[in-house]
């Protein structure tokens, strides 16, 4: 993949504001998201996901303060979509001022909502939501224009246009997420940030939904920040995932190297929480203990609790995230197991086969035929 | 025998049986094994609605549509289905929170009364459910002391405080909450959200039930800690020849946790049987349309999943209002055939304890060949 970043993220941190002290939901965050890339980013609740984005879209509100880092947006040069080479400069997100902030959302950067129930204004047409993003973001668009628009853009996401005259309780919920999709893509953004999108709906109609939008997104190019707690469902859209745990992102990864070779044993515990649907039914364990309060981070590695292979320096020294494997510098793990200079203790047969004498259950022969996609994928 | 002896890890499985007045047999030996618990046989729920105008149609939701199904001591039944499926609905008119409108529910072969009182409480004594949401199904105002408490006077299990402490200490022990000391105080919101549901399956535990109703127990939980909870269950199914009813809509974790698997749809039972058979070998078009959305990391590729036709069965549940006639799935089916819009297709039996409600497999009882391509991992190799 080549390198065109369209957002950068340099260590981000929020923290909130509270009676006893900051809580630092977001703990030096960094990381790219190149031009038409979903990037996943998946954690636990709690985990800062959610803040993370919000912060980049600039949606937080006091008590929420971003205490330090960067956000830069590059935005596309020229080519498709109306007028968008009037600005290739970068912008420095978090500088904007409320003005270019107005500009910068929803024509760079848009949000799909959890909750489409919530996201829709039950009290006005899917129609007239719409419009009112064309009508405040495209003053000169005349009233034919913006409906011409409104009805070209349910249909790109697959309902028909007549359903434009309808109120969000007429819609299923499928489609209500669907409504909701479109109107992210009004203003056709650079970066599309979703929040856990299906996690209201059903399997059927969340495989409806992904399916739409990679499709989407091959078409349009946009970008896709994907937030979710269900890693299976990330591994399957995302090019890139990104686990978060405690506010830090403690590994990323593309798709594969995650799935094959998860370095993190937050990671692999995270793997192994989900039942297979195929393979040899085994007994699994899942990760003992619970996600830690952010009020009281426990020191060092906030993992170590939990960690089955905690050694001495986890409890005192913060992992930052390294690449381990010099041929794979683009996977990056936050554990002191891969970092030599912590002298982790000598794992018989080393981390990898200790980490598998966990109930290994990936089938030995898909694991070896992903392999070989896995090196063809690869840069 | 010891009050405690029930709570105990290693207690036999049929200690807290030969407590309990009610049960005169100790179906514990392998012969009365097979002999259902509880049953439920072609139960319909409709739900009525407001009449559109004064002489406007009686209407109503057809929740559940001729749903039969039985639970065993010590084996789990998971019951899948989409949201508006009717599993919520089954286990709540098994747990006798709702009437049926038609059918019986059979307890040890009885059929139950569905009138509430002191007939109802008795039956909670050996049929106790546990809600999907921990946020909710406990009262913010009051300790997990309280909580646990209740059930055990209630249900004349403790008749000193000092009993009591123990239990609740002993309860809170099985599920995992160590030291007991640390939570018996607290509140519900002083928990994390699996603390919580293990206080739920404590209270419900408390009762020293025969029968575990168990609705959506983990959906509201983390994913890392859904496991610990789901294992939590089975550990506790094993220690109590429990007979567990497991709601979901995760077909992947029916696989890791049930002996048998049923299949809902709109209302309606489409397939089940052993959890292993129906989700390998699915035969159902909606079961398999169903394994085909699930996440599944192996199958990356979109590719894999659009060979099958089955992706035209798109859409969603039909309204229970007004359902489509016959087979509920027709609609949305790329196999119906003309009888699938007349008739609710009857069961087929399949061998194996596995059936199918479908007239795909009405004729012989299996197709000569499989219409739609399994996702079997040799299919990837081409």
Redesign the interface.
Known sequence: MTNDPVLEVKHLSVDYASASGAVHAVDDVSFTLQRGQVFGLAG??GSGKSTLAYAVARLLRPPAIVTQGEVWMYPRSGGKGQDKDENVAPVDVLQLSPEKLRAFRWRRLSIVFQSAMNALNPVLSVGAQIADVLRTHEPGMSRSARQERAEELLRLVGIAPDRLSSYPHEL???MRQRAVIAIALALNPDIIIMDEPTTAL???????IL?EI?TLRERLGFSVIFIT?????L??IADRVAIMYAGRLVETAT??QL?HQPHHPYTY??LH??????GP?RE?????G??PDLRALPSGCAFHPRCKFAFGACQSTLPTLLAPCPDSPEHKVACHLHDASQQPPKLPGGLSSALDQQPEII?S??QK??ANEHSSTLY | MSILQPFTKSGKPTSNKAMQPGTSTTASKDGVQDRPLLEAEHVRKEFPLKRAGFFGPRRGVKAVEDVSLSLRPGRSLAVVG??GSGKTTVARLLAQLYPTSAGKIRFRGNPIKGKGGKAAREYRRHVQLIFQDPFSSLNPMHTIRYHLSRPLRLYGHAHSAAEEEQQVKALLERVNLVPAEQFIEKYPHQL????RQRVAIARALAARPEVLLADEPVSML???????VL?LLLRLKEEDRLALLYIT?D???A???ADETLVMYAGQMVEGGPS?EV??EPKHPYTQ????????????E?GQ?SASPLLA??G?PPSLINPPKGCRFHPRCPFAMPVCREQVPGRTELGNGHWTHCFLYQQTGKLSSPVIPQ?T?ES??E
């Not at chain 1, 707690?229 to 469902?233: A, E, Q, T, Y």
């Not at chain 1, 929480?273 to 195929?278: A, G, K, T, V, Y």
């Not at chain 1, 699994?284 to 003992?288: A, C, E, V």
């Not at chain 2, 983390?222 to 610990?228: E, F, K, P």
Request: proline share 8%.
């Open positions: 636990e609740s299923s919920g499928g059903d399997v059927v109609v969340q495989r409806e399916a990679k707690h269900d890693l299976s469902l591994l399957e798709q594969t799935y515990g995270l929480s989900f039942p297979m649907l195929h039914r699994m364990t899942g990760i003992p619970t996600p089938d022969q898909p035929e992903l | 989409e949201s994390s959200g699996g603390q983390d994913v890392s800690i859904r496991l610990d294992n809509h077909i992947a974790s696989r890791y946790f292993e989700i390998q349309l169903l394994l085909l959305s699930a996440p599944d990391p192996e199958k990356t979109e999943r069965a798109r969603e996702d991992p990837k190799d």
